[in-house]
């Protein structure tokens, strides 16, 4: 009897060392994986330190103007999706997949009951127009149809609003008015610090059926007016 019960203690004792040989091979094997195993490279994260301050061009292109979609984003059904207002009320990041059927099919209507961050109701006599800010569709109205939506709105110049962000626009339009085709299109309004007023917006847009063919481009463009120093911590402004 005792003989036996020395033999199974023996058996216990060979089978756990085997398991914690086994077990040790393969925490060695894991480690040495982990160190050999090949960094993955970070893209560039695009803030107002890296981005060049502005020279008197409208916009500048942001990663080669080659937009940061996913393959995923290419196979989503056909969507909208607007980020809630942050703790200062200010609009984030807008998001669709553009097509015929999110295009408007009636007349735009009034937005004046809007005020986003930094609004202020100023004119000057050097300014297309007189008014100094408008309420600029981070997605415009003619993609979406979205209007009177206050995550879809913020205060930008003129100069911004009817230049280089509805080129752009018209460009997303025009292919898919000639194409029947989609385009992911992403706006990203960038703020320094608690401003109220957005530096100026990166706009990212890709066409869906050929995958960044005939539309593809990655710019940011600057909430400026030449000739009015303005202060984008409240949306003050003088002359300059």
Partial sequence: MARRSKKKKQNIFITTLIVLIFLCIAYQNEIKEFLTEPLIETKETYTLENIPKYNGNAYTEIN??????????????????????????????????????TMPTIERGSIGMIKPTGWHTIKYDIVSGKYLYNRCHLIGYQLTGENANEKNLITCTRQ????????????VANYIDETNNHVLYRVTPIYESNNLLASGVQI???SVEDKCGKICFNVYIYNVQDGITIDYTNGDSHLS
Avoid at 66 to 90: H, Q, V
Avoid at 160 to 171: H, Q, S, V, Y
Wanted: charge should be negative; charged fraction near 35%; aromatic fraction near 12%.
């Fill in 64 to 101: 080669n103007n080659k937009p940061d979609f996913t393959d995923e984003d290419y196979t989503k059904e056909t969507f909208e999706s607007y980020s809630a207002l942050d703790s200062l009320n200010r609009a984030g990041r807008a998001f669709a997949k553009v097509g015929k059927e």
């Fill in 204 to 206: 990212e847009a890709s």
């Fill in 160 to 171: 911004m609003n009817t230049g280089a962000m509805l080129d752009f626009e018209n460009k």
